[in-house]
């Protein structure tokens, strides 16, 4: 015998409770009241699930209605619906995405999925100008988030987002009162990856450092061969010397926040021009080697990033909005023609982005092809 729920049991959603709806979704205490076929539509899991509870005869109900409770907060299963059939209105923060993206995830909203997917990447990759020469600016305001990116990754099999979060946990500064703000949400394997790979890449700090000596570009010596009180090597040796020894103290914890910064920096040190080339070179060419490197450093699998531009060139709303026709008069209309922007089928956005890949090197690699790029300010 089916259950029935009282009203005053449950509080309605002011929105998303059509009275003709045949599912109700409990969370919490708010109950949503949709129609079946918009669910199904935007969803295989929804599909699969009424295929099921058609043959049931055992369900609970609600004034008539199916009921199925769901373990989301109620304020993310608003978000979904929002994004579902009204589209974006506001951007959504990093911990608004990930709550999404799982939910997305669970029951398999590809087109809500695909979203969250690229929003995510525009925050961590190409979120500001800064980004572009500190690819790990997005973690550095949060101790918590290159973990919770780990775990986020794992959880909705998004193997690209892995090398630079695990690069930012490897070069998290340690937090003695309370380590677990940092490691709280990594699994012991993944802090073994970590420990390991922060010696494979001191490994590629001491390469540098060792090709930076057999260039005569080490910090104990003068930075060519041309040194003289005139030249300007020598004109500018203290500054210089003190620069180097401090950024290369820095560059021992985080290498590619050393080389980056110094590619782009070099220019405006006192050194003659075959010295500033042969710098910028070699820490390009060394973070280029470090960024290809990512998951063999840290046992993860081979993954392929686009570059910034490719990034850049995918509006931030890369799926057509709204995903369905909106509810209206108690019906729910079919969807006769695509909206502007892009082709509807089965209810995920069909779109395509062009642009080659790398080898996962960030979306900073693309800059760093010839050191000319960097001297002309090119970014």
Known sequence: MSKVYHLKDLTRHPVFYYPDGNICLVAN?????LLKSQLAQHSSFFI???GLSATSNDAEEYEGATVLHVPDASEDLVTVFTLLWSGPRKPLDFYALCRVLEVSTKYIMDGIREWCVSELKQKIY????????????YYAGDSRRPGQVIQLARKCDIPELLPLAFY????????????SLVFGDVEHAD???????????YAFWKEFRSKSEALGLDLNTPPCTRFASSAPCGIGKDTSLSLRREAAYAGTFDPLKYLLNKSTWIDQLPMCMPCAWN???????????????LPDVFDLPAVHVKTTADIKAVPSKAIP???????TN????GITSAPSGGAISSGTAAHSTTGATLPFGGPFISNWHAPSSVASGAH
Not at 168 to 179: G, H, I, M, N, Y
Not at 191 to 201: A, F, N, Q, S
């Open 29 to 33: 205490d708010t109950i949503f009241r």
């Open 279 to 293: 710098n910028r070179t070699l820490c390009e060419a060394t973070s280029q080697k470090i960024f290809s490197q």
């Open 330 to 333: 108690g019906v729910m209309p």
């Open 168 to 179: 930012a946990l490897a070069t998290s500064a340690w937090v003695r009162t309370s380590p």
């Open 321 to 327: 909005w709204p995903l369905s026709a909106t509810h």
């Open 191 to 201: 802090l073994v990856r970590v420990l390991v790979g922060k010696e494979k890449l």
């Open 48 to 50: 699969d699930l009424f």
């Open 126 to 137: 190409v979120s500001s100008e800064r980004d572009a020469l500190e690819p790990l600016a």
